[in-house]
């Protein structure tokens, strides 16, 4: 399965998100540290989710590195996250 793929199922399955986008930015990142020709190595992370709502920027992060820790030790390079409020302009 692509790495893609992985990701959107896990933080589908933990946060059932209201809003979810996983871009593959590895393209963007070609010769830099972390970068394979395969691609899949750098990613960002735009999610929506009422279970992140109320929490720390810093245990938002947490809790989206920790679902995603094996891929971000085997396969994953960078992450960006970033969290976006529920309602209606999410």
Known sequence: M?????????????????????????ARHQGHAGSRPEGETHFRIRIAAPSLVGLSRVAQH???NDILAHELKTHVHALSIEVLPEGPAA
């Open 62 to 64: 947490r809790a989206i």
């Open 2 to 26: 692509p790495v893609r793929d992985t990701i959107v199922a896990k933080l589908s399955a933990k946060f059932a998100p209201t809003h979810l986008e996983v871009i593959d930015e590895s």
